[in-house]
């Protein structure tokens, strides 16, 4: 997520690699099962239907658990693949990046995931602990 390789480069470097397999039965792209909106419309027979990722075009299907969530929660039946929707939330994080700066109580040098930018308090460990202690 953060470090990607490539497949060469991993392998180089010893490290595992598994490429994607993709589901070699075929499946319709026919969208002619309309899933309803609101969740509490939606019956257990869902879990048996593969849906097609309105992004990447892929299969996908629904886990028990996952429904069980969706109703408990009183959210929609996703549209698009597990895959998208985890890589989507990665790309919303912010990066992984330290910004110098100084700590707002004793002035020391600090390493912080804040910019300069930040309008909070940036603490060193000390001044952070006699805070919470």
Do not use: H
């Amino acid at each position: 997520e953060y470090f990607p390789l490539r497949k060469e480069v991993a392998l180089k470097k010893g490290f595992g690699w598994r490429d994607e397999v993709l589901n070699s039965r075929p499946v319709s792209k026919d969208r002619s099962w309309d899933v309803p909106d609101n969740i509490k419309e939606v019956s257990d027979d869902i879990l048996d239907q593969v849906f097609i990722c309105e992004v990447s075009g892929k299969p996908f299907k629904l886990q028990k658990a996952e429904l069980k969530f969706y109703r408990q929660m009183g959210l929609p039946i996703p549209t698009k693949s597990p895959k998208v929707r985890y890589t989507e939330r990665q790309n919303k994080k912010s990066k992984r990046v330290l910004y110098q700066g100084f700590c707002d109580n004793c002035e020391q040098k600090v390493s912080s995931v804040y910019p300069e930018s930040f309008e909070g308090k940036v603490l060193c460990e000390d001044c952070y602990l006699k805070v919470v202690n």
